[in-house]
């Protein structure tokens, strides 16, 4: 019972993969992430600020929100305890020959699904961003599930002591 209420909820674990105009592509793990409607589908997205995914949705408001798979936990270093506008992420996982393409995005061979998404930024009543997030209002334009097996979630995350109770 030692736990804050919102810590007592195991959420699930993404990863966003976004591209600037220019093409220089990044990922981000993002756990703030929820399905706000059901027809049409849309998520509710915040997006940590002074990232380079940051920069990128909101130059470029299409990104594919990643599943990730419970064995993917280890990706949890690189993607969200790194910075894209300080490393390259994206020739990182290359190397390690973990990265495809689906529609022009780079993904990872084994998360379980892939969403493609549009965000359209999102302000709270006082006309102001969250004061650690950006908020968006995301349509779902497609999706495909690539593999079998059970999603990360903070609970794994918290087992490795990747991240705080």
């Not at 966003?16 to 059901?38: E, F, H, L, R, W």
């Not at 849309?42 to 130059?59: M, R």
Request: contains cysteine; aromatic residues 8%.
């Amino acid at each position: 019972m030692g736990k804050r209420p919102w810590n007592r909820v195991d959420l699930p674990v993404y990863s966003i993969s976004s591209k600037a105009v220019n093409g220089n592509a990044n990922m981000n793990i993002i756990t703030y992430a929820q399905a706000v409607s059901m027809q049409p589908k849309q998520f509710v997205c915040a997006i940590y600020q002074n990232t380079q995914t940051l920069s990128n949705v909101q130059e470029n408001p299409h990104f594919v929100l990643q599943i990730l798979s419970t064995h993917q936990y280890r990706l949890v270093e690189l993607l969200g305890k790194n910075s894209g506008k300080y490393i390259n992420k994206i020739e990182r996982l290359a190397k390690r020959k973990i990265v495809t393409d689906w529609k022009g995005f780079p993904i990872l061979k084994d998360c379980i699904a892939v969403i493609e998404m549009k965000a359209h930024p999102l302000k709270i009543q006082s006309g102001q961003d969250i004061p650690d997030h950006s908020l968006f209002l995301c349509d779902v334009l497609s999706y495909k599930n690539l593999n079998t097996g059970e999603a990360l979630s903070l609970n794994i995350l918290r087992e490795k002591n990747l991240i705080r109770i």
